[in-house]
Antibody, heavy 120, light 107 residues
Framework: EVQLLESGGGLVQPGGSLRLSCAVS????????MNWVRQAPGKGLEWVSA????????HYVDSAKGRFIISRDNSKNTLFLQMNNLRVEDTAIYFC?????????????WGQGTLVTVSS | IQLTQSPSTLSASVGDRVTITCRAT??????LAWYQQKPGKAPKLLIY???TLESGVPPRFSGSGSGPEFTLTISSLQPDDFATYYC??????????FGQGTKVEIK
């Protein structure tokens, strides 16, 4: 059974930084693309970033470009999201999600999410 | 590509047939998925490639369409189905967008 467990969320001031992690088990991690998806309080889902299995193909939503960095450590089965220059509008639950197979694919497994609150 | 779901909210009773529509502003091909989300929980994959049922998902759920309009149908609504549903496109030419969601409420 695939399991994804996010951590690293918390309260941060505007302009601050936070690093999220997603530990993955039950699957050969390096074979699959991974994603971050967020959900602002009471709002819908927004895809944030994606990374290929090897880490050599990366994509971001426009609002994250230049501020967020997605990465992965395949030796530790862990996905990361480094978030810099955080804004109030980045406040959300951040989910990691596994792609079914290739990079441009739907998401077949999700973590439970970690809450990021950006506030002064 | 932007996705617009209708309706935004749907009130229905147990046993009702329910249909949710997802309309795309561009070409998605068949690369559309549907998810169910309950309060405080992660989304759950229901359908992919517009009409393929994910393993373990009850057959009362079905998807159809080929772009730009897709539908999710629940043939006989069950108590466990009251939730919010999202469509998602995953076309490689316009990565990963979600519809705004459709909340299915108890009538």
């Amino acid at each position: 059974e695939v399991q994804l467990l996010e951590s690293g969320g918390g309260l941060v001031q505007p302009g601050g930084s936070l690093r999220l992690s997603c530990a993955v088990s039950g699957v050969t991690f390096s074979r699959f693309a991974m994603n971050w998806v967020r959900q602002a309080p009471g709002k819908g889902l927004e895809w944030v970033s994606a990374i290929s299995g090897k880490g050599d193909d990366i994509h971001y939503v426009d609002s994250a470009k230049g501020r967020f960095i997605i990465s992965r450590d395949n030796s530790k089965n862990t996905l990361f999201l480094q978030m810099n220059n955080l804004r109030v509008e980045d406040t959300a639950i951040y989910f990691c999600a596994k792609a079914r197979a290739v990079l441009f694919d739907y998401f077949d497994s999700w973590g439970q999410g970690t809450l990021v609150t950006v506030s002064s | 590509i932007q996705l617009t779901q209708s309706p935004s909210t749907l009130s229905a009773s147990v046993g009702d047939r329910v249909t949710i529509t997802c309309r795309a502003t561009g070409s998605t091909g068949p690369w559309l998925a549907w998810y169910q989300q309950k309060p405080g929980k992660a989304p759950k994959l229901l359908i992919y490639t517009a009409s393929t049922l994910e393993s373990g998902v009850p057959p009362r759920f079905s998807g159809s369409g080929s772009g730009p309009e897709f539908t999710l149908t629940i043939s006989s609504l069950q108590p466990d189905d009251f939730a919010t549903y999202y469509c998602q496109q995953y076309n490689s030419f316009s990565p990963w967008t979600f519809g705004q969601g459709t909340k299915v409420e108890i009538k």
